[in-house]
């Protein structure tokens, strides 16, 4: 059935682009065509700005045009505050876990994205649209000290002068070019102050010989996520054209802000209902150690490197399609399995362990939107997977399924009770620690391209795999760090050479590509 109403068809306009199709009928699920959580806060926001007040979550209690529109015309609520948002905010789950690691420099662990400009940027209204989306998005404005020896976050009304390193480079031979680029990247890369300010800096580079325009964006982690990218790079180039044309600068409407977010994870870390969590966490299994090839030095950043597997675009689709027909299957099921046969393989064992790094927006509250909103919101969770009898493909995807969805249930209630709670610091240590492998999907990166921008980000996954001071200490031994693009799926698997040689996580990296396959 075609939409009719008004709202009907705003909503089936924005499915329409989000999924990529042609044609939707109002009573077709939006996963089973293909949606994913992160499709949901695209629609949440493109609804947004279409003046229809629909969160992510509304999206998974009703799933097909006709349903939201209905819930959308009876009148949803959220918390969005419009103004400027100020004052002390509470550390959240994750901000707690980043203090707690071995950094000499807290300031220097960042994400960047490098945009292509494609017609020559104007400095002055540059840094007039980076002003307003410093002024728009509060996070951006984050500060972090030390009191009596822990860390707190305080968001200041105003941060002062847009944060914009301009870099004249037009007089350079062109032989030198690159070079010259790189080192003014790097210093922007270490130009962040978290105490301070700012938390993010941009890098304006003019290149000359009619070559585009670069611009180095760069955030802190602390103030910002793969998901959060979208939004501000949306933004700055909103502002930056409002300014171009000479137009005040406006933005689509606030949603939730990250203070009542954290302030929200505060009052459930409290709240008694955490205690079926804590059952559960305080029963898992302790997390086992993996193989290493010798130890030759500590796990640093600058001992990091990184290799690529992928699957081509053909069994990519065939994956894809395979995770969105299946009656409750879900592309993390297909690769958490894929994940556990190859590290059951590689250390001999029948159970294995590793992190799922989730975007954290998928646990919001029923009045809680933050498909606009930028910030921190990854969860971490430690997951056992018990690979079981020796049985067939078919049933060990549905046992590992199984326990996948099971730790998801308890996925925010792991970091709540670890690092954000008021109870007994005791409790905290009975809770399995974090294990040595992470895995982290990231979704469709290709969608921070979109045709017709005026800034292109150039490879986005570079940057957001992050960049960190060389002696900085590593969370994990081997990160894998998935998307999406046109070609296919791609899992960027680091380690640290001074644990692993490349040879063995290449070999263990292609026998998890393989049972993909």
């Known amino acids: ?90 550390l959240t789950p994750i901000q707690h876990w980043f203090f707690e690691l071995q950094n000499p420099d807290p300031s220097h662990w960042n994400q960047s994205v490098t945009l292509q400009a494609n017609e020559p940027v104007d400095d002055d209204v540059f840094k007039q649209a980076v002003s307003a989306l410093m002024s728009h998005h509060d996070i951006l404005r984050a500060r972090f000290r030390t009191e009596n020896g822990s860390w707190t976050q305080t968001i200041v009304e105003h941060a002062g002068p847009p944060p914009v390193d301009t870099f004249d480079l037009t007089g350079f031979p062109e032989v030198q070019l690159e070079e010259r680029v790189r080192e003014r990247m790097a210093f922007v890369q270490t130009g962040l102050d978290i105490e301070r300010g700012p938390v993010l800096r941009f890098g304006l580079v003019h290149r000359g010989r009619e070559l585009p325009d670069l611009i180095f964006a760069v955030i802190h982690h602390l103030a910002v996520d793969a998901v959060s990218w979208r939004v501000v790079l949306d933004d700055l180039e909103r502002a930056y054209d409002l300014a171009f044309r000479g137009k005040p600068v406006t933005f689509p409407p606030k949603t939730t802000s990250y203070k009542h977010w954290a302030n929200r994870l505060r009052a459930v870390a409290d709240d008694a209902a955490i205690k079926g ?150 409790a905290a240590e009975l809770l399995p620690r974090l294990a040595e492998v992470s895995l982290n999907y990231m979704g469709a990166l290709d969608r921070l391209a979109a045709p017709g921008r005026r800034f292109t980000p150039n490879s986005p996954i570079d940057g957001l795999r992050g960049n960190y001071h060389p002696e900085s200490i590593r969370p994990c031994s081997i990160e894998i760090n998935g998307y999406s693009d046109a070609e296919g799926i791609h899992f960027h698997w680091t380690f640290s050479r001074n644990m692993h040689r490349a040879e063995t996580i290449e070999r263990v990296a292609n026998a998890f590509v393989q049972r993909l396959k």
């Open 1 to 90: 059935e075609l939409p009719q109403s008004d709202v009907e068809l705003r909503l089936a306009e924005i499915w329409r682009k989000v999924l990529h199709i042609d044609h939707i009928g109002i009573h077709e699920n939006f996963f089973e065509r293909g949606g994913d959580s992160i499709g949901c806060i695209q629609i949440a926001g493109m609804a947004r700005e279409a003046g229809l007040s629909v969160s992510p979550n509304h999206i998974f209690e009703h799933p097909t045009i006709a349903a939201l529109a209905a819930a959308v015309s009876s009148g949803l609520k959220t918390h969005a505050d419009q103004g400027v948002v100020s004052g002390r905010v509470p």
């Open 277 to 426: 969590d804590f059952d559960y966490w305080r029963t898992r299994k302790p997390v086992s150690r993996i193989p290493s090839d010798g130890i030759r030095g500590p796990n640093t950043s600058e001992s990091s490197e990184s290799i690529r597997v992928s699957l081509d675009a053909s069994h990519a689709a065939s994956l894809l399609d395979k995770s969105q027909r299946g009656p409750g299957a879900k592309l993390l099921d297909f690769l958490a399995t894929g994940l556990a046969e190859a590290l059951g393989e590689w250390t001999q064992r029948r159970s294995v362990a590793f992190n799922l790094e989730m975007h954290g927006r998928e646990h919001a509250f029923d009045d809680v939107d933050l498909s606009r909103t930028a910030g921190w919101f990854t969860s971490v969770f430690p997951i056992h997977i018990d690979l079981g009898a020796d049985s067939d493909a078919a049933d060990r995807f549905r046992y590992v399924a199984e326990q996948v969805h099971e730790a998801r249930r308890h996925g925010l209630g792991y970091g709540l009770l670890r690092y954000a709670g008021s109870g007994a610091p005791e």
